[in-house]
């Protein structure tokens, strides 16, 4: 069986080899094996920086009184804390409300990403119907087709959608729905049940598994590597999006983190909105620290595909 | 489990014809009933759009009255208004910005964590930590490290070496850099993962034998690692000059296309006839300026791609 996350290669190399541009030789010489360990730290710092900075002076800057803020914005240790910051951002400005619709959107959005990407995944991957190929080049021909082009005609699908006419301006539908025709998802999906060994489904076949059985008691629970990938992706994605959600939720009440933040921006004292910024901020690093295997591999794995 | 397999032939032998066709229009009905959420999304949120643009930029449609057939008219009053020059010089502006910025970057860093044997996990961790941060969070935290006062975050830095104070996002001249430099903070640790993916993936042979050969680590780099790693930075490349042509939260947050229109983007500019006008949405024009883009990365992706098919099969 072939797994698609295996860190093994066709040929048997390991994907993180015994050595790499340095051989033992290079790292036995004293002069390349300090200079390297100088790089490495200098790299190690630069990306401490770059990286960690930024987030360390939000965190710092969110319990630091706001005037401390802007007369010292680089001061190390801030003058006085003030931990009230958050309270104020969590209850005054509401921040709690557009958090639990952030929330929402994302729970909305994994839900229909993984349902229409699990069954069409199966459906085109393990059952492949007459049309299957039709389908899939479809849905490869999407990827082609960039984003910026859907915007306006996706705005005006959701303002009526055509059939059903429904008006789905201001519901969370607007932003639901969309998230599932997601071409991305489908191809991973598919990719992953085109490698899983077949013999399994044809004996469950033979044991009188009908293809509902077979894709919730089988293929469910042995894609659930993938799934991973993909949640971790919904989840994240919907987070950052800014431009649709500003787009089709008009009512402040229910918008989101995104969408809410750069209009109180202006009307905001600065210490209680880098609180608000830090609380917006919290869910995806967390998600990020607890899941980063997933999140590494996942960067790879799209970056493959693309190429 | 063999004599499944074995016994599966001899009963497909005997009754052929009915059970075949008995299970293909079971399994017929079972594929369509889980084809019916990806039909339905991608029916009406991905293709249907699609087949609208090009029905939307022939005509003149606002929402309110019928639409009405006109031709070519939307593309030629996007070619006649002035900003659209202005938009396609600031986001060709920015493209090369990015270049020059977001593209070494992320192939030192990845060549040099590579080498990492130890905590490399912890490396990659710090490279992609801004990729999680939300993006409108990161831009309203960088709008006011780009502070124009000499107690601006940055200024303050730069106060440090005796240079600056800087204008950022207040100066026509220093706007856009300023956004790209955001930008690449934003974006680079994906790639910097990408390239790390590719760079395991080298044979180490290739090393070995170029060593037996007498290679110093420079020209190991430069005649191994970096043509293995072609194709990678080749696709990489042109991924992200389609992401920087459409280029939207940054500009629209950082500056609102100004100062002087001096970061007005094509994506900005779309937005602005469609959702931004006071007579209503001009949703025609949009439509066609999104395929004009379309378009172009269309054409300059496929000569891309014949232009490194030939570099690569030269060398």
Known sequence: MRRPFSRRRPGGHRTAPDRGILSTADWSQRRIRWSVLALHAATLIFLLVIGLGPILWMLKSSITPTLDTLRQPMALWPNGFDITQFATAWNKVHIDRYLFNTVAIAFGSWLVQIVVATTAGYALGVLRPRFSGVLTGLVIATLFVPPIVLLVPLYLTVVDVPIVHWRLIDSYWAVWLPAGASALNIILMKRFFDNLPREIFEAARVDGAGPFRLFWSIVLPMSRPIIGVVSVFAVIATWKDYLWPLLVLRDPDIQPLSVRLPILAPTTDLGVFIAALTISSLIPIALFLIFQRLFLQGAGVTGALKG | ?315
Do not use: C, H
């Open chain 2, 1 to 315: 489990m063999g004599s499944i397999t074995e016994a599966a032939p001899a009963t497909k032998t005997t009754a052929r014809p009915r059970a075949a066709r008995f299970r293909l229009t079971q399994e017929g009905l079972g594929s369509f009933v889980f084809l019916l959420p990806f039909l339905i999304t991608f029916g009406l949120f991905a293709w249907f759009p699609i087949l609208r643009a090009f029905v939307m930029s022939v005509q003149d449609t606002n929402l309110v009255s019928e639409p009405i057939f006109v031709g070519i008219e939307n593309f030629q009053r996007v070619l006649a208004d002035p900003l659209f020059g202005i938009a396609i010089r600031n986001t060709a502006w920015f493209a090369f910005l990015a270049l020059i910025f977001g593209f070494p970057v992320p192939i030192i860093l990845a060549v040099l964590m590579s080498e990492v044997r130890r905590y490399r996990g912890l490396y990659s961790a710090l490279a992609y930590l801004p990729v999680v941060v939300p993006p409108v969070v990161a831009v309203l935290l960088w709008r006011f490290f780009y502070g124009a006062s000499p107690n601006g975050v940055f200024n303050t830095i730069l106060g440090w070496v005796g240079l600056g104070p800087l204008p950022w996002l207040q100066n026509s001249a220093t706007a856009m850099p300023s956004i790209v430099i955001e930008a690449t903070w934003a974006a680079a640790g994906a790639t910097v993962i990408i390239y790390l993916a590719a760079l395991v993936g080298v044979r180490p042979e290739l090393y070995d034998a170029a060593e037996v050969d007498g290679a110093s680590i420079w020209q190991k780099i430069r005649y191994i690692t970096l043509p293995q790693i072609r194709n990678v930075l080749f696709v990489v490349l042109i991924l992200q000059l389609i992401a920087t042509a459409q280029l939207f939260t940054e500009p629209l947050l950082f500056t609102g296309g100004g100062p002087a229109n001096s970061t007005m983007t094509v994506l900005l500019l779309i937005y602005k006839y469609a959702f931004q006008n006071s007579l209503g949405g001009d949703y025609g024009m949009a439509a066609a300026l999104s395929l004009m883009l379309a378009a172009f990365l269309a054409v300059f992706t496929a000569g891309y791609y014949w232009l490194t098919r030939r570099w690569s099969v030269d060398s």
